[in-house]
Every structure is written in structure tokens, then in C-alpha cells.
């Protein structure tokens, strides 16, 4: 996957692989020992079931390994997103 700059996707769309707004990218969870992205943190659009995904605070997590593409809009695949609700 390709590195992109965190100012690059500050305010970026979150979007389902089913087209859905999930809600909009506010931070990035990063792994402090192999720098790798973990996990997205999104505030959640309106209409979102916030309970079928983990959370922090006011926010969501979505697994980076969830993202399947980075364009306009940041695209996850809702069931890997939710699959991730546990750790």
C-alpha cells in the first residue's frame, strides 16, 4: 500500500465497499515499534450503527487492514471493519 501524508487525508470521507458513508477520518492509531497504521479514527456519519464497530470515546476504529482503497474518498470494507468490534 501506498504511503500518503497525514495532511493528505485530514477531513477525508470514510466509504463502504457498499457505497455507504461510514463518517469522516479525524486520527490515525499508529503502531509506536514497526510505524505501521492500525487503526482509523472516524467520526461516525449520521445513521451509522455505532455498535457494530469498536470505540473510543466519541469516535470509531476501523482496522487499517480494513481500507481498501485511498482516492477521494478513504473505501473499507464494512464486514473486516466490523469484524474488528473485539480486541
Known amino acids: 500500500m ?6 493528505l487525508l485530514d477531513n477525508k470521507k470514510i466509504m463502504s465497499t457498499d457505497a455507504k458513508e ?7 492509531h499508529i503502531n509506536a515499534k514497526t510505524g ?6 472516524v467520526t461516525p456519519a449520521e ?3 455505532i455498535a ?6 466519541d ?3 476501523i482496522p487499517f487492514s480494513a481500507v481498501s482503497a485511498v ?17
Not at 22 to 28: A, N, V
Open 2 to 7: 501506498k504511503y500518503y501524508a497525514r495532511r
Open 71 to 87: 482516492k477521494d474518498y478513504i473505501i473499507v470494507d464494512k464486514d473486516k471493519a466490523r469484524g474488528f468490534m473485539v480486541r
Open 36 to 41: 505501521s497504521i492500525m487503526d482509523l479514527v
Open 59 to 61: 469516535f470509531i476504529l
Open 22 to 28: 461510514l463518517g469522516t477520518l479525524e486520527d490515525i
Open 47 to 49: 445513521g451509522v450503527d
Open 52 to 57: 457494530k464497530y469498536q470505540k473510543d470515546e
